[in-house]
C-alpha cells in the first residue's frame, strides 16, 4: 500500500544533542510537510517542499532544519532540542500543491530529557 | 489575526446518537474545507472536502456543512459508535495554504 513512513515512532534525546527524524513516502507526491503537534493542539506547520523548492514558515525557529534529498523522503534536524521540543513531529504529502488533500504518516514522538 | 475555533475539547454522546462538531473561523477566506480524524499517537487521516459553493457533502454516516456566510462548518456522525471516538480537525484551505483547528475529542460511549 502506499503510505507515508516516519521512523522511529518514538525517539528520546537529551537537552541540547542533535536529533534526525526522518520520514518516506511511496505515493511519489511532489509536497512534503513537517509539523509540530503538541497535546490538544493544532498541528504546526513547520516547513514544507515543492520537489526540492524549502519553504520555512516565518515562526519556525532556527533550531529546526530540514533536508529532502530525493522525492521519497525527507529528514527533520532538531540543532539543539530544548524541553519545550518535546512534541508529536508529522510528516505529511500531498500530490501537487498546498491547497490539497494531506496524507500523513503516523508521526513520532520526542521526548527530550 | 486568523482565528479556526471547534467548538469544544470534548464531546461526549451515547452510541446511536448524532454527533454534531463546530468549526468557525474568522479572518479567512477559505476556498474550501476539510475534516480530518486523528486517533491518539497517530497521524490525522482525511474523511471529507466541502467547496465553498458546496453547502453540503455526504460519505456514509459522516455529512459536512458549510456556511460561508456564518463562517462556519459542521460535521455530523450519524448513528454513532464506539470507534467513532478520536479527535476530529477541521483544516481550512485558501488558495495559499491550510490551517488546522486544535480538533474536538469525540467519545462515543456504549
Known amino acids: 500500500d502506499a503510505m507515508v513512513i516516519q521512523n522511529p515512532r518514538y525517539q528520546v534525546t537529551q537537552f541540547g544533542k542533535p536529533v534526525t527524524l526522518s520520514c518516506s513516502q511511496t505515493?511519489?507526491?511532489?509536497?512534503m510537510y513537517w509539523y509540530q503537534q503538541k497535546s490538544s493542539q493544532a498541528p504546526k506547520l513547520l516547513f514544507h517542499?515543492?520537489?526540492?523548492?524549502?519553504?520555512n514558515e516565518a515562526d519556525t525557529p532556527d533550531n529546526f532544519q530540514s533536508r529532502r534529498p530525493n522525492t521519497s523522503f525527507c529528514f527533520l534536524d532538531i540543532r539543539s532540542p530544548g524541553l519545550g521540543d518535546a512534541a508529536m513531529y508529522l510528516c505529511?504529502?500531498?500530490?501537487?500543491?498546498?491547497?490539497?488533500?494531506?496524507?500523513f504518516g503516523p508521526g513520532t514522538r520526542l521526548l527530550v530529557l | 489575526s486568523q482565528k479556526i475555533e471547534q467548538n469544544s475539547e470534548a464531546l461526549n454522546i451515547q452510541e446511536g446518537k448524532t454527533a454534531t462538531l463546530t468549526c468557525n473561523y474568522t479572518?479567512?477566506?477559505?476556498?474550501?474545507l476539510q475534516w480530518y480524524r486523528q486517533d491518539p499517537g497517530r497521524g490525522p487521516v482525511f474523511l471529507l472536502l466541502?467547496?465553498?459553493?458546496?453547502k453540503e457533502k455526504r460519505k456514509e454516516r459522516l455529512k459536512v456543512t458549510f456556511d460561508t456566510t456564518l463562517k462556519q462548518s459542521l460535521f455530523h456522525i450519524t448513528a454513532s459508535q464506539p470507534a467513532d471516538s478520536a479527535t476530529y480537525l477541521c483544516?481550512?484551505?485558501?488558495?495559499?495554504?491550510?490551517?488546522f483547528g486544535a480538533g474536538t475529542r469525540l467519545t462515543v460511549k456504549p
Open positions: 466541502i467547496r465553498e459553493n458546496e
Open positions: 479572518n479567512y477566506s477559505p476556498a474550501y
Open positions: 505515493l511519489n507526491h511532489n509536497v
Open positions: 483544516a481550512l484551505n485558501n488558495n495559499n495554504d491550510m490551517r
Open positions: 505529511a504529502t500531498s500530490r501537487v500543491s498546498r491547497r490539497e488533500t494531506q496524507y
Open positions: 517542499y515543492y520537489d526540492k523548492d524549502f519553504n
